[in-house]
């Protein structure tokens, strides 16, 4: 399908990405996915590379491009069907450095993320709160030159290797959302503990860990942005994850159906082949056509994210269209695979178990209706 966002000095780039994953991470995924983590290693590959921090600019180490650059890592590394968390270190974390952080704080931290040297995390979510952001229980108490930072994350993206989490946090308990403010916390900051990788049914290569902070101080420095704006920035920023996650669903989902379309043109049953049953050409059929709708639409969507900033609502069909297309359409691939649908020697059993948390990880299917809902 001809794709018009894209330029030349794009696809060039795609060469380049592609050639990393093929020869850099699909050969080793698996072994990444029994250690239920991706060495921090590969992130310096991927740093020493440029493909990590394609967005920030060159002044900081990254890469200095567009939206359309971080689309090409987030959409060839979904063609080799790895789940490494690049996207929350390079499209999540580090832009609320750039658009929010002190320029102390963007030298000290930007140039160590692009390389590869720091991992990054954005953790918000708490064994108690989920959805309902705004009342999270972790506190940042002022003390002299200090935060004191108390409480527990859960479900952290990059939670074990991460050297740098960013840290929503209460510093006004009684003002709500206006009582949330993002502090950026670094390993070896005493009292800042983790516990991972977690125990998750699927995205098995992806490092998910608990964080725990124990009186963790951090200087008054670390707080990214204004005191009380916190919950601001995540509802600003969020719109641009709910959009990465779209377009990685939809490409997760055109490389899946023309791997089914392959499987099923070679396997025999009852002396034909699986293509040659109507009902399989129907099911592929229908797949094909939901992706290139949804291909369209997410592309519709990246043009008005360049051209000044998806809206909440945008971002939320995005996601929610395609998560759930993504988990309807995997289901059918991996049944037209048979028994070898549910072996990981195919990696349709794999994307679909993987699938599965697109629907609930930043922000769940309910909680986009919701955002849609409101616009009404
Ligand atoms: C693999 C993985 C990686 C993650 N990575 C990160 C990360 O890096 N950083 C981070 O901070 N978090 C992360 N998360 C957490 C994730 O964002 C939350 O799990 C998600 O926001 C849902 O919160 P919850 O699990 O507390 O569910 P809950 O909020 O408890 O929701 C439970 C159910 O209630 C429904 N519900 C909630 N509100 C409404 C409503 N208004 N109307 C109707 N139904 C509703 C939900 O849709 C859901 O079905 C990750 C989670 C997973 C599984």
Request: include cysteine; aromatic fraction near 8%.
């Amino acid at each position: 399908m001809h794709r018009s966002i894209f330029e030349p000095e794009h696809e060039l780039f795609r060469d380049q990405v592609r050639r990393f994953c093929e020869r850099e991470v699909a050969p080793h995924y698996r072994d990444w996915e029994r250690a239920g983590v991706t060495p921090r290693s590969l992130w310096r590959r991927m740093g020493d590379a440029g493909l990590l921090c394609t967005t920030i600019p060159t002044e900081y180490g990254g890469g200095g491009g567009s939206f359309l650059h971080a689309m090409v890592v987030t959409e060839e590394l979904a063609r080799v069907g790895a789940n490494l968390g690049v996207a929350v270190h390079s499209d999540m974390v580090s832009p609320y450095l750039v658009h929010y952080a002190s320029e102390t704080l963007k030298r000290r931290l930007l140039p160590k993320l692009c390389r590869g040297e720091l991992i990054g995390s954005i953790a918000m979510t708490e064994p108690g709160i989920g959805s309902d952001l705004k009342s999270m229980s972790t506190r940042a108490v002022r003390d002299g030159d200090h935060w004191v930072i108390s409480g527990q994350k859960v479900w952290i993206t990059n939670g074990m290797n991460c050297g740098v989490a960013l840290v929503a946090c209460k510093t006004d308990p009684a003002a709500g959302a206006r009582g949330v403010s993002l502090v950026a916390v670094e390993e070896g900051t005493p009292g800042f503990t983790r516990q991972g990788p977690m125990d998750k049914i699927g995205l098995k290569a992806q490092d998910t860990a608990e964080l725990f902070f124990d009186e963790v101080r951090v200087p008054l420095s670390n707080l990214v942005g204004e005191e009380g704006r916190g919950f601001r920035y995540l509802m600003e920023q969020l719109p641009q994850e709910r959009l990465v996650i779209a377009a990685r669903s939809a490409a997760i989902l055109e490389t899946q159906i023309e791997a089914t379309r392959a499987y099923a043109a070679q396997r025999q049953v009852f002396g034909r082949l699986v293509i040659d049953f109507q009902n399989s050409r129907f099911k592929l059929a229908e797949a094909k056509a939901y992706a290139a709708m949804l291909r369209s639409f997410v592309d519709a969507c990246v043009t008005e994210h360049l051209a000044g900033g998806i809206s909440s609502e945008r971002a939320a069909m995005a996601k929610l269209v395609a998560t759930e297309l993504l988990g309807r359409y995997l289901d059918e691939c991996l049944q037209l695979h048979g028994g070898y649908g549910y072996s990981n020697e195919y990696g349709v059993g794999r994307a679909w178990v993987d699938a599965r948390v697109t629907r609930i990880a930043g922000g769940t299917s309910e909680v986009l209706k919701d955002i849609i809902g409101r616009g009404f």
